[in-house]
């Protein structure tokens, strides 16, 4: 069972560069997003989606893109990297029907931005 | 706009001890569900408990409690006889519509 699968687990990147963050599931989940984690701030919601095509933006979207073209992946984007965006970032994905289900966190991509 | 509200930032409890975490939220939904996670030193989310806000009785997950007072907005999470392995980051939860929020987390030790 892969669940959700997030890469890369570690990256560095130089101020200005850009680099998307892949986020895969294979539960066939229709919800999945983006949060960062900070010391003291907990997960902050980026982006999320709630099937293919659709995509919404959470508490902290500015500097990030995303996209849903397949239920499967959910890729999250870096437009052009800053050092306010050195932190880790999680994929999570859920079922939204049904009534409510857990989320399914990847294991975090930390993300060190020089 | 949905809020969720963890006011300790840090615990201590004594091992085989029972500690409680805060947790209060803020919404306008009617449906939601509330839910606490556990991040050990390792990384990973690991889901622990769910409380939907039309169950009249409190969660319950082996030594995982959820004191859910709706009137109050509070879901706090009891953990009974507490382990070592307890000691971690947990997060509180809220689903309201399509979005999933955390609180800031509390971080727990459990002392021998």
């Known amino acids: 069972n892969a669940g959700v699968t997030q890469t890369p687990k570690f990256q560095v990147l130089k101020t200005g560069q850009s680099m998307t963050l892949q986020c895969a599931q294979d539960m066939n989940h229709e919800y999945m997003s983006w949060y ?69 966190f990847g294991q975090g991509t930390r993300l060190t931005v020089v | 706009a949905q809020k969720i509200t963890q006011t300790q930032p840090g615990m201590f409890v004594q091992e085989k001890e029972a500690v409680t975490l805060d947790c209060t939220y803020d919404t306008s939904d009617q449906s939601y569900g509330l839910f606490w996670y556990k991040q050990p030193s390792s990384g ?25 007072q709706k009137a109050r907005k509070s879901a706090n999470l009891v953990i009974s006889a507490s382990q070592l392995g307890d000691s971690a980051m947990y997060f509180c939860a809220m689903r309201g519509g399509n979005k999933l929020v955390f609180g800031a987390g509390t971080i727990l030790r459990v002392k021998s």
């Open chain 1, 36 to 104: 960062r984690q900070d010391p003291g701030m907990g997960l902050r919601l980026i982006h999320y989606s709630v099937g293919a095509g659709i995509t919404d933006q959470g508490e902290v979207p500015n500097g990030y893109n995303v996209s849903r073209s397949t239920t499967e992946d959910f890729p999250l984007r870096l437009l052009s990297a800053a050092p306010s965006q050195t932190s880790v970032y999680f994929c999570a994905s859920s079922y939204l029907t049904g009534g409510f289900t857990e989320a399914f």
């Open chain 2, 44 to 68: 990973e989310m690991i889901f622990l408990i769910y409380q939907g806000s039309y169950d009249e009785q409190n969660a319950t997950e082996g030594r995982y409690s959820l004191n859910f």
